[in-house]
């Protein structure tokens, strides 16, 4: 049980962080150049009991410190897999606001009840926008409240692996795949690649020496997904030459997340 001076001095501290960012001009989602792909191994059983406290207590008060959380999912293909998305306007911006968050008194009440959900929280790819247009547009003030039932959408999250330095695979996606995504369905919600910046906070590991391109879509099920990937290997630009080019460079088979987001995903 927290002491009353315990709870009056959290109270007192949320106060404060709620009137400091009321008075800082808001970050357009579009700014948004650092964004974080996370990927947590759950104990069994407790995806939906991390995923009401995240919702209940992680969102609003990281916002509060100057990052966006930009979606929140469940990973249809492990019961016990929660990925999400957080973004931030730049690396200085990162650092500033996971000190502030996991220093301050939201952690300290409700950090030890997430962490006992998780076997592993370090599989986390550091990205930026492959383009000044393909970042995560949403809007925070849009979120459904906690509590809301999840959208009835389904999401992929494609990732791509390619050797270090070499930035050919990375090319063909941007300017020969996004291109006929778009022509051929929805038009992908985010187009990202590796960011090298130095992890300037390492109580969080981030994975090292990656070359990635993800692509996150959202569609409104997975048969509108299936048609558009068919539509795409259909594709004569596709088939003959970019799907092959960019089969030719990567390190492996891509993974395809399939994912369903959250009642208070932004990213749906």
């Not at 991390?50 to 979606?71: A, N």
């Not at 959202?218 to 596709?238: G, I, K, Q, T």
């Not at 460079?249 to 208070?264: F, S, V």
């Amino acid at each position: 049980m927290t002491a009353p001076g315990t709870r009056l001095s959290y109270r007192r501290a949320r106060a404060e962080e709620r009137k400091r960012t009321e008075q800082e001009p808001a970050v357009p989602p579009h700014h948004l150049t650092v964004i974080e792909l996370r990927q947590y191994t759950l104990k069994p059983g407790r995806r939906d009991e991390l995923i009401e406290l995240f919702d209940r207590e992680f969102v609003e008060t990281q916002e509060e410190v100057g990052m966006v959380v930009l979606g929140q999912f469940r990973d249809l293909d492990d019961p016990d897999r929660f990925v999400w998305l957080r973004g931030f306007r730049d690396m200085a911006v990162r650092r500033h606001a996971l000190t502030a968050f996991y220093g301050g008194p939201v952690w300290a009440e409700h950090g030890p009840q997430a962490n006992d959900t998780m076997i592993d929280s370090d599989d986390v790819l550091l990205l930026r926008p492959l383009s000044d247009a393909s970042g995560l547009a949403v809007s925070p003030s849009e979120r459904p409240r906690a509590g809301a039932p999840a959208p009835n959408r389904f999401v992929s999250a494609a990732v791509w692996s390619f050797p270090p330095v070499r930035h050919q695979g990375i090319a063909l996606i941007r300017d020969g795949l996004l291109p006929v995504l778009r022509e051929t369905g929805p038009a992908p919600l985010a187009a990202l690649t590796t960011e090298t910046a130095h992890n300037t906070f390492p109580r969080l590991p981030i994975r090292t020496g990656e070359n990635v391109a993800v692509v996150v879509t959202s569609y409104p099920d997975e048969s509108a997904h299936r048609r558009h990937l068919a539509d795409v290997r259909a594709h004569p630009l596709a088939r003959d030459e970019t799907l092959p080019g960019i089969e030719r460079e990567q390190k492996a088979t891509p993974r395809m997340l399939r994912l369903a987001p959250t009642g208070r995903s932004l990213s749906c």
